[in-house]
């Protein structure tokens, strides 16, 4: 009974998308996109952005490396872009520490992270991203906005996978509205 009341406790939330504030900005600043000149870097130093992404739905978690929580959930998020990346849905993973690139390195090595990492601090990116808590998802459609947020990690796939559709969904009825 404990596991279908957090299933229930986790759908209710995700239900309820909201808009993350990054820190430094007033709620009247809410962020409705993400713009393609906001770019991070790989650990290999190559410039990244989300425009290199256009046409999906995009998973953007932010992390850092000292978030238990943050851990918990690669395993599911592996998952999701094992199962759903053909069809056009990827995970980005956003660390926003400050110098700590071998730990990340460390982590995506050990975790077998199989979804892009991008390093944040210090980089456009981290205007739109440096939130006050991880994990943090902004969930991203396929022009780069923002379809919603998310604050905590996933308690399991599931929950993840219903995230996913109800961005879906959203995108849809969306995209249905502006049909003539």
Same mark, same amino acid.
């Given at each position: 009974?404990?596991?279908?009341?957090?299933?229930?406790?986790?759908?209710?939330?995700?239900? *309820?998308?909201?808009?993350?504030?990054?820190?430094?900005?007033?709620?009247?600043?809410?962020?409705?996109?993400?713009? @393609?000149?906001?770019?991070?870097?790989?650990?290999?130093?190559?410039?990244?952005?989300? $425009?290199?992404?256009?046409?999906?739905?995009?998973?953007?978690?932010?992390?850092?490396?000292?978030?238990?929580?943050?851990?918990? @959930?690669?395993?599911?998020?592996?998952?999701?872009?094992?199962?759903?990346?053909?069809?056009?849905?990827?995970?980005?993973?956003?660390?926003?520490?400050? @110098?700590?690139?071998?730990?990340?390195?460390?982590?995506?090595?050990?975790?077998?992270?199989?979804?892009?990492?991008?390093? *944040?601090?210090?980089?456009?990116?981290?205007?739109?991203?440096?939130?006050?808590?991880?994990?943090?998802?902004?969930?991203?459609?396929?022009?780069?906005?923002?379809?919603?947020?998310?604050?905590?990690?996933?308690?399991?796939?599931?929950?993840?996978?219903?995230?996913?559709?109800?961005?879906?969904? $959203?995108?849809?009825? @969306?995209? $249905? $509205?502006?049909?003539?």
């Amino acid at each position: 009974m404990k596991h279908g009341r957090t299933c229930l406790a986790v759908l209710a939330i995700a239900s *309820a998308f909201f808009v993350g504030v990054p820190q430094g900005q007033s709620a009247g600043e809410l962020i409705t996109k993400i713009p @393609e000149d906001a770019t991070a870097k790989t650990l290999a130093g190559k410039t990244v952005g989300i $425009a290199d992404y256009k046409g999906k739905l995009v998973f953007m978690n932010i992390w850092r490396v000292d978030c238990i929580a943050c851990l918990m @959930e690669i395993p599911i998020l592996n998952k999701l872009q094992e199962d759903y990346s053909s069809q056009d849905f990827t995970v980005i993973g956003v660390n926003v520490d400050r @110098e700590k690139n071998k730990q990340v390195g460390d982590i995506i090595k050990k975790a077998n992270i199989r979804y892009p990492v991008w390093l *944040a601090h210090g980089q456009p990116l981290v205007k739109y991203v440096d939130v006050q808590y991880t994990p943090f998802l902004i969930v991203l459609g396929p022009e780069g906005e923002v379809i919603g947020s998310l604050v905590g990690a996933f308690p399991d796939y599931p929950a993840a996978v219903s995230v996913m559709n109800q961005a879906r969904d $959203a995108m849809k009825k @969306e995209k $249905a $509205a502006k049909s003539p």
